[in-house]
């Protein structure tokens, strides 16, 4: 039963990322996987309901994923302590990983994919592309160069997310992915060691 649950979910936001939220029915979801709307109504009540429980499946990932890199899972005000805690070094690892996570693993790169084409359908889209890929983790990259004491921390973890969201989309367009990915890791320890050698500094 739950390995069935969690193909639907699997194939319905494949689905999402490829057409669109609103071109996808619950028709076509139970087509894809050869089940009749009845059978796929024995696991989720409707479209929406699957597209809640595939946010939260990325709110549960995410968080996974910043506790296998013992990173702050949840922001500065719920958890100070946590950030005090990370060093550059730690915050660069997690870096790497994401940027694997967010291109290289399906459920969430299909997750990304599908908020980019959405993200002009609808505010709740835009909100959460924003969340997850633009002002979220960008906050987030903030407060942890402020928990680090670097100056000047929104202009920092700006430039540092930038690198991230730009080699997000050429790697999205390329052929070479491995290349890319060659060129992110570059470009990530170019940019730490300038900011490890003007870490103080105004």
Known sequence: MRNRKEEILTVALHLFARDGYEAVSVSKIAGELDMTKGALYRHYKSKRDIFECIVNRMEQQDGE???????????????????????????????????????????????????????????????????????????????????????????????????????????????????????FVSAVNSMVQELKERKFIS
């Open 65 to 183: 994923q910043a506790s296998d890199y013992d990173m702050p899972e949840e922001d500065k005000e719920r958890m100070p302590e946590k950030y005090e805690e990370v060093s550059l070094d730690d915050f660069v690892k997690y870096s790497k990983s994401m940027f694997e996570y967010w291109t290289e693993d399906d459920f969430a790169s299909s997750f990304r994919k599908m908020l980019t084409i959405e993200q002009f359908r609808s505010e709740e889209m835009q909100n959460l592309y924003q969340q997850y890929l633009v002002a979220g983790p960008a906050s987030y990259v903030k407060d942890l160069f402020e928990s680090m004491g670097m100056i000047d921390a929104k202009e920092k973890a700006d430039r540092f997310y930038a690198v991230m969201y730009f080699y997000y989309s050429i790697y999205d367009g390329t052929d070479d992915k491995s290349r890319v990915k060659e060129e």
